[in-house]
């Protein structure tokens, strides 16, 4: 069965310090890829996607992804972060072909020290 | 600015009792999802439609939860007679079809039932 696997569970980090959360797939097809952000008690919102194209896409807030088609992976990276980018993090990966719904890893949460 | 609208957002009820969410996707959009979100489960995938037909339910407990989309500008999720292992956060997304697939998330319905 097509999965998507986020390995870190949990990160913690201070301000100013680098991230990156790791994605990794199991399909070796086409897929379109996302990241969605959800902050503290609010709903899951787009950070960026992947569908075509230069394969090291920019999002909002500073962060970017770069899709490894060789090695099925999807990481999120942020050089900074900051204290407001405390939340949970969702890979999700569409496997083109087939029902077009996306399978959503189990997330990783975030949490930035002041 | 576009965005999903779901209501209720905050739902107690007793056990037993008919619970209705509702959700209205974005204009235009003709993908509808409903999933739920709980501490245990992580995001689990309920109801999926395309151009308001079901083409997904099998993540939902048949016995007592059904979805439908009377029309393009509603979908509806009920639980009957519902259960205190339903407390969750119930999101609805939709998304246009097209190249990338993305969702767009509505704010959720969080439900406790007593």
């Known amino acids: 069965a097509q999965s998507v696997s986020q390995h870190n569970h949990h990160v913690i980090l201070s301000e100013a310090a680098s991230l990156e959360l790791g994605c990794n797939y199991s399909y070796g097809g086409t897929v379109n890829l996302f990241w969605y952000v959800q902050y503290p008690g609010q709903h899951l919102q787009l950070l960026l996607k992947y569908f075509s194209g230069d394969p090291l896409v920019k999002g909002i807030k500073g962060f970017e992804a770069e899709f490894i088609k060789s090695k099925f992976s999807f990481n999120l990276r942020k050089p900074s972060v900051q204290w407001s980018d405390t939340a949970e993090y969702f890979c999700?990966?569409?496997?083109?072909?087939?029902?077009?719904?996306?399978?959503f890893g189990r997330g990783t949460s975030l949490i930035v020290h002041p | 600015d576009a965005r999903v609208t779901q209501t209720p957002r905050h739902k107690v009820t007793e056990m037993g009792q008919e619970v209705t969410m509702r959700c209205q996707p974005i204009l235009g959009h003709n993908t509808v999802f409903w999933y739920r979100q709980t501490m245990m489960q992580g995001l689990e995938l309920l109801a999926y439609f395309r151009n308001r037909a079901p083409l997904d339910d099998s993540g939902m407990p048949k016995d007592r939860f059904s979805a439908e989309m009377p029309d393009a500008t509603l979908a509806t999720l009920k639980i009957q007679p519902s259960e205190p292992r339903d407390s969750a956060v119930y999101f609805c997304?939709?998304?246009?079809?097209?190249?990338?697939?993305?969702?767009?998330f509505g704010p959720g319905t969080r439900l406790t039932v007593t």
């Open positions: 997304a939709s998304g246009p079809e097209g190249t990338s697939y993305e969702q767009y």
């Open positions: 999700a990966v569409i496997f083109l072909g087939g029902s077009y719904i996306p399978t």
